[in-house]
Nanobody
Framework: QVQLVESGGGLVQAGGSLRLSCAASGSIIGINIKGWYRQAPGKQRELVAEFTSGGSTDYASSVKGRFTISRDNAKNTVYLQMNSLKPEDTAVYYC??????????????WGQGTQVTVSS
């Protein structure tokens, strides 16, 4: 089994920053943490940032230039640095993982989520 544990969420004022972490453990051979999603109350889950098959990164237009996804392979951890936060960034943030051979946005595992609340 694979466990994904997110951390780093919290309450921050607009304009502030947070860094989310997603740590993978368990049977993680052949597993990659692929990206971050978020879900705001009453809305569908949406992609925030991801590692693409070409090894680069991609972002939702709403966060481009403000958020950065990165990874530390030695720690089996992926990060989401969030700067210039806005109230509309308020959501539960989830990381997602899949096998290294799976296609784009094919996920086998999800974390439990971490709440991010941005006050105006």
């Amino acid at each position: 089994q694979v466990q994904l544990v997110e951390s780093g969420g919290g309450l921050v004022q607009a304009g502030g920053s947070l860094r989310l972490s997603c740590a993978a453990s368990g049977s993680i051979i052949g597993i990659n943490i692929k990206g971050w999603y978020r879900q705001a109350p009453g809305k569908q889950r949406e992609l925030v940032a991801e590692f693409t098959s070409g090894g680069s990164t991609d972002y939702a237009s709403s966060v481009k230039g403000r958020f950065t996804i990165s990874r530390d392979n030695a720690k089996n951890t992926v990060y989401l640095q969030m700067n210039s936060l806005k109230p509309e960034d308020t959501a539960v943030y989830y990381c997602a993982a899949g096998t290294v051979n799976s296609g784009p946005r094919q996920y086998a595992y999800w974390g439990q989520g971490t709440q991010v609340t941005v006050s105006s």
